[in-house]
Structures are given as C-alpha cells and as structure tokens.
C-alpha cells in the first residue's frame, strides 16, 4: 500500500499529543512531503523501505533538538515511534486525511 496522499499523525509526546498535518509524495525508495503543526510547515524528505517509512527534521521550540521518526502504513493508518533527542521516544499514529 502506498503511503502517497494526506496524513494527519499524532505524535504522544510528553508535553501531550501533538498533531500534525503531513503530505507524501513516494519516489521508489525515497520520499518527499511537507509537514504542518503549531510549529509551522516544513518540508521533509525520507526513506521507504515496503511499508516503513523513516526521516528526522530539526526544531527550535520548545528547544533545538532533531526528530528521528518510524513508521508504518498499513492501508489507511500508520503507526510507529519518534525518537525526542534526549528525551526518549514517544508514540505516534496516523490516519490518512
């Protein structure tokens, strides 16, 4: 199943879920998108791997620290972990928008 098309993802961190509003464009092995939330919008690039998709960006607020996030689509939703730099890692799922 292709993880082209809109996403909403939540991400459980510790400051409480967050949300985030994310488009997909898959290229064979890569893919490309943006990202929209209360930290504004980005443009993020990743790999695929079957249905993992994986990719890191960068913030600022709270504090400077880069995002290493996993996930995996299946149909519809998609599920996986975001690694906080020094503060663990939290949950995250999504659902096609």
Known sequence: MSA???????INSPMGAQTVDASIKTNGDT?????????GEQAVEGKVAGDKLTWST?????????????????????????KLGAFGSASLTGVRA
């Open 31 to 39: 893919f490309t998108g943006t990202t929209k939330g209360a930290m």
């Open 58 to 82: 960068a913030i600022t607020s709270p504090m400077p620290m880069t995002l290493e996030f996993e996930a995996t689509v299946s149909g519809d939703s998609m599920s996986g972990n975001v």
């Open 4 to 10: 082209d098309g809109n996403w909403k993802i939540t």
